[in-house]
């Protein structure tokens, strides 16, 4: 079935550092892939997303490129911020069927000044 | 704008009692979702609904049902709380069921439920 495995955390950076969280993927066809984001005590928030191959999702820094080739779709910033510290989650959807996400488990990033 | 609300924040149930968590959005989306969040296991779906009438079961639907009366309002009962139903939950709405690439998930703020 659909999976997500996502890099495991929690991960701690100081601030200005390059930002890596992988994730990869398993589906048939071809999924839309999301990474969201969940700050403390809030639910989660679409960062961005990318619907086919080599589609290149971007905002508030953060970019990530739908790799086919290797199932893979990591987030990456250039330089964090302390207000970027939160939980961040892969996920992807279907090409068919109801709007159901498939969710990784999740990395927790501390940003630290 | 309200968005996706869930109420309550917060609910401390014993083993056994029924209780009901409720999700209400007023962006008139079609579809309607509900996750469990837990450690190390992200996000899992347990209902879902793609209009008022409509609902379906997710990955883990046991121990929960769902209603969708309205378009408005999709709550969640817990007919007999276990301790393994101790999780935070989460409702999630989007504007098209059928295409989540161009109609993202909306949130609420989630429901953190303790079963003793």
Same mark, same amino acid.
């Given at each position: 079935?659909? *999976?997500v495995t996502q890099m495991e955390g929690p991960v701690t950076l100081s601030?200005?550092a390059f930002l890596t969280i992988n994730c990869t993927?398993?589906?048939?066809?071809?999924? *839309?892939?999301?990474w969201y984001v969940q700050y403390p005590?809030?639910?989660l @928030?679409?960062l961005?997303?990318?619907?086919?191959?080599?589609?290149?999702? *971007?905002?508030?820094?953060f970019?990530a490129?739908?790799?086919?080739?290797?199932?893979s779709f990591h987030l990456e910033k250039? *330089?964090v911020q302390v207000s970027d510290s939160a939980v961040y989650f892969c996920a992807?959807?279907? @090409?068919?069927?109801?709007?159901?996400?498939?969710f990784g488990t999740g990395t927790r990033l501390t940003v630290i000044? | 704008?309200?968005?996706?609300?869930?109420?309550?924040? /917060?609910?401390?149930?014993? !083993?056994?009692?029924?209780? %009901?968590?409720?999700? $209400?959005?007023?962006?008139?989306? +079609? =579809?309607? &979702?509900? =996750?469990?969040q837990d450690p190390g296991m992200g996000l899992?779906?347990?209902? =879902?609904?793609?209009? $008022?009438?409509? %609902?379906?079961?997710? +990955?883990?639907?046991?121990?929960?049902?769902?209603?969708? &009366?309205? !378009? +408005?309002?999709?709550?969640?009962?817990?007919?007999? $709380?276990?301790?393994?139903?101790? &999780?935070v939950? /989460?409702? $999630?709405?989007?504007?098209?069921?059928?295409?989540?690439?161009?109609?993202?998930?909306? /949130?609420?703020?989630? %429901?953190?439920?303790?079963? !003793?």
């Amino acid at each position: 079935g659909d *999976s997500v495995t996502q890099m495991e955390g929690p991960v701690t950076l100081s601030e200005e550092a390059f930002l890596t969280i992988n994730c990869t993927y398993t589906a048939t066809g071809y999924p *839309s892939l999301f990474w969201y984001v969940q700050y403390p005590g809030e639910g989660l @928030q679409l960062l961005l997303k990318a619907t086919k191959a080599d589609d290149k999702g *971007s905002n508030k820094g953060f970019e990530a490129t739908y790799r086919k080739e290797t199932t893979s779709f990591h987030l990456e910033k250039g *330089s964090v911020q302390v207000s970027d510290s939160a939980v961040y989650f892969c996920a992807l959807s279907a @090409q068919t069927g109801a709007n159901n996400l498939f969710f990784g488990t999740g990395t927790r990033l501390t940003v630290i000044p | 704008n309200a968005g996706v609300t869930q109420t309550p924040k /917060f609910q401390v149930l014993k !083993t056994g009692q029924s209780m %009901t968590l409720q999700c $209400a959005q007023d962006m008139n989306h +079609e =579809y309607m &979702s509900w =996750y469990r969040q837990d450690p190390g296991m992200g996000l899992r779906l347990i209902h =879902y609904s793609v209009g $008022a009438g409509i %609902t379906d079961q997710g +990955e883990v639907p046991n121990g929960y049902n769902v209603s969708r &009366s309205t !378009t +408005e309002d999709f709550p969640l009962r817990l007919l007999s $709380a276990a301790p393994s139903q101790t &999780s935070v939950y /989460f409702c $999630a709405s989007s504007y098209s069921w059928g295409q989540l690439a161009n109609s993202p998930l909306h /949130f609420g703020n989630g %429901t953190r439920l303790t079963v !003793t």
